[in-house]
């Protein structure tokens, strides 16, 4: 068991953590069975720190065959009581255009056949845990604080929609989750955030806007490609180690 000041789950096109040093790496048997792939445990700026990709080395996992249970599980097995989760997502709303970063506060939840909960196996006590706040508040507000000092640009607000995937969406799902009050769209929000919090880690989303969503941008004719996607996130995650760090400092100073 290690100190771990922080672990992060990495989404699509973040499959390393830049600036990771002295890394081994990590592999728990978990009681949820195996988990998307190695974690590795680093230090930066001094803290211990863990990252696991959650669609696994060389993104062979797509959004409903992740294990969340099995990352999750993992992570808090090497020492982490504090999660921020990386995720690639599209934008709906006007403030989400490509290449925005976003610290959402709430969640809608539109996936289906995912084991969503620790309280599957016969004998596990039944939990009803509160979720009116998906993520942790005070987490979230040390992200926010942490791009602040680092000069990274944040929306420090929206609404995540987790969609089923793998396939994009179409444009009517958009106004849907549009019309419900969705500003970010993407596939593997939940149940990552609800088994984070019936195993009572703290969890915060950090979504990277890859593309405007179904119909969502000026061109509503846009065909959405992968490179594209993998293109913004590069891009949109340059401020990334900064942010981390003022993260990571901020912690060590409180
Ligand atoms: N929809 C769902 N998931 C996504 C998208 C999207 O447009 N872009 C990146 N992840």
Redesign the pocket.
């Known amino acids: 068991m290690t100190d771990i000041a922080l672990a992060v789950i990495g989404g ?1 096109g973040l499959y390393k953590l830049a600036d990771l040093q002295d890394v081994e790496t990590h592999q728990p048997v978990t009681h949820y069975g195996a988990l998307s792939g190695p974690v590795r445990v680093g230090t930066l700026g001094g803290h211990r720190v863990a990252f696991l990709p959650r669609h696994g080395e060389g993104h062979s996992l797509p959004p409903h065959k992740i294990n969340y249970r099995a990352n999750l599980a993992a992570l808090q097995a090497l020492g982490a009581t504090r999660v921020l989760a990386l995720n ?3 934008g709906i709303t006007e403030r989400f255009g490509p290449r925005v970063l976003a610290c959402p506060d709430q969640l809608i939840d539109y996936t289906w056949g995912r084991i969503s909960t620790i309280c599957e196996e016969p004998g596990t006590e039944v939990l009803h845990v509160d979720f009116g706040e998906p993520y942790t508040r005070s987490l979230r507000q040390e992200v926010i604080d942490a791009a602040a000092s680092a000069g990274v640009v944040l929306v420090a607000d929206g609404c995540y929609g987790a ?1 089923q ?1 793998p396939r ?2 179409t444009r009517a799902e958009i106004v849907r989750m549009r019309r419900d009050g969705c500003d970010l ?3 593997t929000g939940m149940p990552e955030a609800g088994l984070a919090r019936e195993m009572g880690l703290d969890y915060a989303c950090l979504a990277i806007v ?2 405007w ?2 119909g969502a941008g000026p061109d509503p004719d846009e065909v ?1 490609t992968l490179q594209d ?1 993998l293109d913004n996130v590069a891009a949109a995650s340059s401020g990334l180690p900064r942010l981390l760090s003022a993260l990571l400092g901020a912690r060590a100073t409180r």
Do not use: D, Q, R, S
Request: net charge negative.
């Open positions: 699509t690639t997502v599209g969609t995937g994009l969406e769209v993407g596939m890859a593309n969503a179904a959405i996607v």
